[in-house]
Nanobody, 124 residues
Framework: QVQLVESGGGLVQAGGSLRLSCAAS????????MGWFRQAPGKEREFVVT????????YYADSVKGRFTISKDNAKNTVYLRMNSLKPEDTAVYYC?????????????????WGQGTQVTVSS
């Protein structure tokens, strides 16, 4: 059972930046795919970005393209989400997700493992 532990959320003003981290409890393999999703109050969980471990290919939601950057550290079994130019509409609980497969995967039901979530609040 893979466990994912997120960190790095918080309160930031519009235009600011945050970096989220997600550490996996076991060594990741080349067939690993990890992603970030977010869920605002009263809304469904939505795709933000995903990364394929085998080659580092990344896929972003249009709403965050150019502002968010996902990266990985193989040695630490960790994925990062750098969020720049944050907007109030980015306010949500952000979840890290993972699964084995060839990817990319864009839907919450595609993923087997989830972190506990970390709150990101962007004030205007």
């Amino acid at each position: 059972q893979v466990q994912l532990v997120e960190s790095g959320g918080g309160l930031v003003q519009a235009g600011g930046s945050l970096r989220l981290s997600c550490a996996a409890s076991e060594r990741t393999s080349s067939s690993y795919v990890m992603g970030w999703f977010r869920q605002a109050p009263g809304k469904e969980r939505e795709f933000v970005v995903t990364i394929k471990w085998i080659d580092g290919s990344t896929y972003y939601a249009d709403s965050v393209k150019g502002r968010f950057t996902i990266s990985k550290d193989n040695a630490k079994n960790t994925v990062y989400l750098r969020m720049n130019s944050l907007k109030p509409e980015d306010t949500a609980v952000y979840y890290c997700a993972a699964r084995y497969g060839s990817g990319p995967y864009y839907y919450p039901t595609d993923y087997n493992y989830w972190g506990q979530g970390t709150q990101v609040t962007v004030s205007s």
